[in-house]
């Protein structure tokens, strides 16, 4: 008994620990604070990082962003989408799921493709270009349409943006996906699944419906769940994997040049 009470006293301080962080980071950035403005006039507008189709046209693209949820929210959780495009193409697809509206939850170009989520600026997690990203593009739109919750939404603990994000990654092991640990959702599986692939796509994860499980993955590293509170240790780059602020170290982009 002594062992499990230190691990939850410990899981309880870095809990809060990171809380407290995040809470800081978000004061500090603005994004507790009007400077987002109200929910129909925050940003929307492109943050420029996205590749000029128009310059790049010959080259194929796939990235994947996140930017932290609008309002108190923002301060726990991440909102992800995925934009790509083939070579020859002067547009992006952006694909994401959206809690708001009837019906199918997973849209299309309802946003720019690197667009400030409600006045918060993305961050690019994943960019592959060139043959590798061409070749993975069939199997993301495949993964897109084999989505097992198309038209069911819930913020915790799933199914939502981040489960959506996860489930791509789980079918294209290719794209090397790492969502951060304060991506809310991404570990919910069904209980008829609880055993299965990591978000990444490359280990092993064992979940109870996204509150409860245990992730070794390629890219994850080792990370414990508890009620859908993310803590662990990523290997390779060296990270802390946190609940709230994301983690600790270096940044997860990952680069295929052309």
């Known amino acids: 008994m002594l062992p499990l009470k230190a691990f939850l006293i410990s899981f309880l301080c870095i809990v809060l620990l990171s809380l407290a962080a995040s809470l800081a980071q978000a004061t500090r950035t603005g994004e507790l604070t009007s400077e987002r403005g109200g929910w129909a006039t925050a940003r929307r507008d492109s943050a420029g990082i996205a590749p000029d189709p128009h310059q790049y046209a010959n080259l194929a693209i796939v990235q994947v962003y996140a930017a932290p949820t609008y309002g108190w929210k923002g301060a726990v959780a991440v909102h992800p989408w995925i934009i790509f495009k083939r070579a020859g193409e002067t547009q992006y697809n952006r694909y994401e799921v959206i809690s708001w509206g009837s019906g199918d939850k ?71 996906l790492d969502l951060p640990a304060n991506a809310l959702g991404k570990d919910y599986r069904s209980l008829l699944h609880p055993i299965g692939l990591p978000p990444s796509g490359r280990g092993l994860q064992v979940s109870l419906l996204g509150v409860l499980g245990v992730t070794l993955g390629a890219e994850e590293g080792l990370e414990v769940n508890v009620l859908g509170l993310n803590l662990g240790l990523d290997f390779a780059p060296l990270k802390l994997r946190l609940p709230f602020i994301g983690g600790i170290g270096q940044d997860n982009l990952q680069k295929d040049n052309p």
């Not at 299309?108 to 043959?131: F, I, M, Q, T």
């Not at 993975?136 to 038209?151: D, F, G, L, N």
Request: a positive charge; hydrophobic letters at 35%.
């Open 106 to 176: 997973v849209r299309r170009n309802s946003n720019l493709p690197d667009g400030y989520w409600y006045g918060a600026k993305p961050h690019l997690l994943v960019e592959h270009r060139g043959k590798e990203a061409e070749a993975m593009i069939p199997q993301i739109e495949a993964a897109i349409k084999s989505y097992p919750w198309p038209t069911t939404y819930r913020a915790w603990p799933g199914p939502n943006s981040n489960t959506f994000m996860a489930h791509i990654g789980r079918e294209v092991p290719a794209l090397k």
